[in-house]
T-cell receptor
Framework: DTAVSQTPKYLVTQMGNDKSIKCEQN?????MYWYKQDSKKFLKIMFS???????INETVPNRFSPKSPDKAHLNLHINSLELGDSAVYFC????????????FGPGTRLTVL | LAKTTQPISMDSYEGQEVNITCSHN???????ITWYQQFPSQGPRFIIQ???TKVTNEVASLFIPADRKSSTLSLPRVSLSDTAVYYC?????????????FGQGTELSVKP
């Protein structure tokens, strides 16, 4: 009964490929997020959706496109992958859009070769 | 957004009380102080949040002085499993839409 799940856990791919990471939460939360954690362990928010509506869109290359088919799912699609995209991507959710208590998934380690 | 400063690393021994202090000199009136814990290869986990004075839960205590320019996370009687990175975050609940700003964190190492 995992609260926030992500697939895949590991993703190794070549430069230029397109890949997707899926996230699902079974907590009944309204808000979901995508974060990127680089090799220096800095964690930065990328996107946030509240009830399928985009509410946070940080300065992220257009190659990254989030999609929320319903409020329990938030997927991240990345086009034309670059070496610098290698990182751990975390999905998170919170009950409401204004909550500082967020529940994080286990992360997806993306390696671009 | 208020900037936070915390020690990069700390060492402790099992059974000791660990206090991690975070400085946030330009904290705003609406800002809350939130602490997260992250184990290797896992996502961050919410520990505690407070606005002023003292907050305690089953995991930790959070001490916030009257001027709110700093805060101290207190972990009682740490064990090896408390080895993790601890992040101090400062931000408003209602005016940032849940945008958490993580700093570099404090890497706590608990030794036997």
């Amino acid at each position: 009964d995992t609260a926030v799940s992500q697939t895949p856990k590991y993703l190794v791919t070549q430069m230029g490929n397109d890949k997707s990471i899926k996230c699902e939460q079974n907590l009944g939360h309204d808000t979901m997020y995508w974060y990127k954690q680089d090799s220096k362990k800095f964690l930065k928010i990328m996107f946030s959706y509240n009830n399928k509506e985009l509410i946070i869109n940080e300065t992220v290359p257009n190659r990254f496109s989030p999609k929320s088919p319903d409020k329990a799912h938030l997927n991240l699609h990345i086009n034309s992958l670059e070496l610098g995209d290698s990182a751990v991507y975390f999905c998170a959710s919170s009950l409401r859009r204004a909550d500082n208590e967020q529940f994080f998934g286990p992360g997806t380690r993306l390696t671009v070769l | 957004l208020a900037k936070t400063t915390q020690p990069i690393s700390m060492d402790s021994y099992e059974g000791q009380e660990v206090n991690i202090t975070c400085s946030h000199n330009n904290i705003a009136t609406n800002d809350y102080i939130t602490w997260y814990q992250q184990f290797p290869s896992q996502g961050p986990r919410f520990i505690i949040q407070g606005y002023k004075t003292k907050v305690t839960n089953e995991v930790a205590s959070l001490f916030i002085p009257a001027d709110r320019k700093s805060s101290t996370l207190s972990l009682p009687r740490v064990s090896l499993s408390d080895t993790a990175v601890y992040y101090c975050l400062v931000g408003g609940i209602y005016n940032q839409g849940g945008k958490l700003i993580f700093g570099q964190g404090t890497e706590l190492s608990v030794k036997p």
